[in-house]
Each structure stands twice: as C-alpha cells, then as structure tokens.
C-alpha cells in the first residue's frame, strides 16, 4: 500500500532548510559558476527541490519507524498505523478499533399495557445517544414471551411497573461508560414511560487501541492458542472474542504458595494438576441491580429484617452488595445488609473443579449467597415470617464476564485432560485515591480538566495487574500533562480495601506505594489481587499554594 504524502505545510522548516543547504553545496561544487545564493535558481529550483525531498524523507522515515517489531516497540507513538498493523498480522494480533458501549436499561411504566420500544427511537445520556438493540415488546404481567424480544412486566407495587432492555451506543469508545442509576432521556413521545435509568455500569465501551497499547498484546499473539504454559493459556482466553479486552491475567498452578487446591489429598503437598485463573476483565467493579423476590423473616426494632439468594447464576463471580432498595428507588442510600452468607452450588454442572473450601469457590461462578437486610420502610403488621414476599432491587459489585469465562474453560473440548482449571475474579483491592493540585490565586483548575486528569489515572491504574503495587509516581505521572505553569501535586493519598476470599476485610494505606501484603494461606498476594480504580474513586481538589509574584 503507498504511503500518503506527507502534507507540505506541516513539513519541519530546520529539516527544510537543511536540505536546501546540502542541495545548495552539491550544485555549487559541480557548478561553482552559478548563483545560488538568491534568485530564481535558488528560490525556486533549489527550495521546492528540498521541500520535496523533504516530504519524501519523511515518509521513509515513517517506514523505517515502522518496518520491524524492533522499530516498532522502540518509539510506538511514531510508527505509522497502517504499517504496524501489516506487521503484527504476522503475528496474529489484530488492532482493537474500539467497540460502542452496550447496557441493560430499566424503563419504569405507568399502565400494566403492551407498550413497543423500536430501533427508531433512541436515548441520550451524558449527551451521548443509545438506541435498543432490537424492536422490543414490553407486555403486561402475567404475559407469556413469544420471543426473545418480548420482555414481561414486573409489578413494583407501588403502582408502577418495569422491565429491561438492551441499548447499545451510536458511536465508538469510553465516552458510552455510563454508570449505573444514570437518568436517561427518551428521544421520543414517551408513551405509557415514567422514567428510565441505567441498570447496570456501561463497561464495554473501548477507544481505538494506540499503537503503544497494541504492542502489548505481542507476546499472546505469539502464544499458541491453547492450554498450556501460561502464555498459551492468556492467549487462548484472549482469542475468544468475549475476552479480547481482559485486562489481565494471572495463572498460578503447581509450585505456587497462592495454589491450595492440589493439595487436597492425604498429604498436604502439591500434587499438581489444578490451575486457577485470576482474571480482570475491567478497570473497576461494575455495579448492577437486580430484581429480585425476598422473603419476610422477622420483626425488627426499625422495621424488617428480610432474604434473598443470589444464585450462582444471578452475579457470577461478584464481590458484595453495595445497596438493596425498592425497585424503582435510584435515589436514597437503600437498607442495610445485616448479614451475608456465601456458599457453593457445584451441583448444576457436567463438570466441576475439585473445591472443598469456600474461600476456594469465592469470586467463581460457583458462588452463592444468602442475604438478609433490614426494610425500615414497609410495615410488618400483616407480614407471615417465611411466607410475605416482596421484590427488591439488589445491587451487586463485581467484575464482569466470570461466568462466561468460567463455562468456557471447563467445557468439554477446551479443559485439558489431568488438569482442572478454575477461573476466579481477581481479588479486589477497591482503591481510593486523592490528591490536591496547588495552583496560582484564582487559577483553579476546570472541571473538564479535573475529569480528563481522573480518566488517565484510571487508565494508568489499571495497566499496573498484577504486580502487588501501586506507586503514587504513576498517578502523578499520569496527572502532571495536564498541569501548567508552577501547578504542582501534594499530598496524595492511597487506600485499599481488600476484600479476602473469606469475606475478611484488609485495609492498606501509603502515600508512596500501596502494597499487598503477602497471606498467601488467605489467597492474598500480589499475584492475586487487583487495584479497581474507577473515575468516583479519586478525588482532586484545586487550592492555591501561595507562590510569589
């Protein structure tokens, strides 16, 4: 493929000027008697000569940036798109060009009627537009399905009724992230719709992949798709479209402190044969409600105390519940949970990995729970303890595409025979992180650079995997492109909460490296854990810092 002609008018005059001057000795030692130092010859012949090659070197210079991996990974920002993705086609690895965002939204009605939700309508929300990813029909409840793109009315009981539905957005990248309980607004006559909000964290959202970050994905495309060493095993799961944009992860298996499996046997020594499978597949925990049925179980001094189970297929892998509230509630901090109780369904699957511990199935697709929480809102008078039942929306926290990843990797045709692997989501460290950016008197920074500081932290956090440290050096790196003049950063803070595979919780703070410490008998180490760094969990505040005139 030819490569385009660099624009002349973006040309560096030095280079310019110095292939004139070379163009200019040349001519006058072949021909001393001409002119060149003004004049037609020079102005014209000799300048647009050296513009020209100017242009031309450029374009080798491109080539040259980008012939070989070695060139390549030397200065990425430099290679020429086109080129690199010819050579690492060669490797199988394929440029990521970015993918829309895709959610479930919850639409909340006011008449128990069929209501049609087309492709033709839309929705926007933080000014970017969604539409449905299918003609849906909402029927009345009690219905019966025809399809799959009927969707059936769940009564609230308050009057209002809800159901959800798939949207997906218009334009590629992050920008389509939305969070969870975002308002969204119909780009149509609403009929029969109250409101709309956001079910779940938008996360599937990706900008075009730099040649920087392509170059990273080098080693699994080289990597024999297969189960086997632990590259092999990284680029099996990477090539399955579902998992192209895992962050990271960490396999640990014979000979690993963190792998306890294999020594479930008479002697407590490895015996191999078992692999676990750490895996993040975002830089944060995604938060999604679900609706669920709760039983009433008894009085309490605020109101009642209720349960609800969350199945092993409800929220594969998720970490804990943030809030349960009443269906349609986006706005109050919702009821306490009093008491969650985690367990194991191993019994729905042809095939299960060896687990007898729970700390073991913990953040797996074999995950269940128990929860109970306290209703301080609905009278429990005419309640029958185990038998009144209502629905709740339960929020989960957790990572996404767990049980996906899990399902796949103890199919059939893909596990490996003599050995059992077991994909968990890697245990979360939720980070916070602040800092203040002192800046001039009346020179505080914008919000929009606030929120573009925020977005490059995120994206420098969540590059760092599974190395067991976090270094305020790569936040203030991460940060300090977006400040002029004597801007400067101070006092940063860190502080992780590490939720154990036990359900016990470890907090760790520093101001220069947050690290995880090392209880591998707990399934806590830096091979296991994960920073989750969201936009909300960093906090920038502008104040001035007293520099002299």
């Known amino acids: 493929m030819p ?14 000027a110095s292939v004139v001057t070379t163009l200019t000795q040349l001519v006058q030692e072949r021909h001393p008697e001409i002119e060149l130092t003004r004049g037609v010859f020079h102005d014209l012949v000799l300048y647009f000569n050296g513009l020209l090659n100017t242009a031309v070197q450029e374009n080798v210079d491109r080539v040259l940036q980008s012939k070989s991996l070695l060139a390549i990974t030397q200065d990425p920002t430099l290679a020429d798109i086109d080129l690199v993705d010819q050579v690492l ?3 199988n690895i394929t440029r990521d060009n970015g993918t829309p965002a895709t959610g479930v939204i919850t639409l909340i009605f006011n008449l128990p009627t069929s209501t049609a939700i087309t492709t033709a309508g839309g929705f926007t929300a933080n000014s970017v537009k969604f539409v449905a990813t299918d003609n849906f029909t909402v029927l009345p409840p009690g219905s019966l399905p025809a399809g799959s793109t009927d969707r059936v009315m769940i009564p609230v009981g308050d009057g209002t009724y809800t159901a959800n539905i798939t949207v997906i957005a218009t334009t590629i990248g992050a920008a389509g992230n939305i969070k969870r309980h975002t308002k969204i607004l119909p780009n149509f006559v609403p009929n029969n719709v109250l409101g709309i909000f956001a079910t779940s964290d938008f996360i599937s959202g990706r900008d075009p992949l730099t040649n920087e970050e392509y170059i990273t994905k080098l080693s699994a495309g080289l990597a024999a798709k297969t189960v086997g060493s632990r590259k092999s095993y990284e680029a099996f799961i ?4 579902a998992f192209k944009n895992t962050l990271h992860l960490s396999i640990l298996g014979c000979g690993d402190a963190e792998q306890q499996r294999d020594q479930h046997s008479l002697f407590p020594i490895s015996g191999g044969g078992k692999v676990d499978i750490y895996a993040q597949t975002n830089s944060y925990a995604q938060t999604v409600d679900h609706v669920l049925d709760a039983v009433f179980i008894r009085p309490s001094p605020s109101g009642g105390i209720w349960q609800t189970t969350i199945t092993r297929d409800t ?14 509630d986006i706005t109050s901090s919702g009821y306490a949970v009093v008491n969650d109780v985690r367990g194991a369904d191993l019994a729905s699957s042809t095939f299960v990995p060896d687990i007898q511990l729970l700390a073991e199935s913990a953040y797996t697709r074999y995950q269940t729970a128990v929860i109970q929480f306290e209703d301080t809102d609905t009278p429990v008078g005419p309640l029958v303890p185990n038998v009144s039942t209502a629905k709740y929306a339960v929020t989960t926290v957790g990572l996404p595409l767990i049980g996906e990843m899990g399902d796949i990797m103890t199919d059939r ?3 490996p025979r003599g050995t059992d692997v077991l994909i968990k989501a890697a245990v979360p460290c939720f980070t916070k992180i602040s800092f203040q950016v002192r800046t001039e008197v009346n020179a505080q920074l914008a919000e929009s650079t606030i929120t573009a500081i925020k977005a490059a932290i995120v994206a420098a956090v969540a590059k760092v995997g599974f190395s067991g440290q976090l270094h305020a050096s790569l936040i203030t790196g991460a940060a300090q492109s977006f400040l002029i003049g004597r801007q400067a950063i101070s006092e940063v803070d860190m502080f992780g909460r590490i939720r154990r595979p036990d359900g016990s919780v470890a907090f760790i703070r520093n101001s220069a ?4 410490p090392n209880d591998p008998a707990r399934l806590v180490t830096g091979r296991t854990v994960a920073f989750l760094v969201g936009l909300d969990d960093i906090s920038i505040s502008s104040v001035a810092a007293g520099f002299l005139s």
Request: glycine content about 2%; charged content about 20%; proline content about 10%.
């Open 3 to 16: 490569l385009p002609i660099t624009d002349l008018n973006s040309l560096d005059q030095a280079k310019i």
């Open 89 to 91: 086609s060669n490797y």
């Open 238 to 241: 990477r090539n399955q479209p």
């Open 315 to 328: 929220a594969p892998g998720f970490y804990e519940i943030s809030r349960v509230s009443k269906p349609t």
């Open 413 to 415: 045709d893909v596990r």
């Open 513 to 516: 490296v947050l690290t995880v």
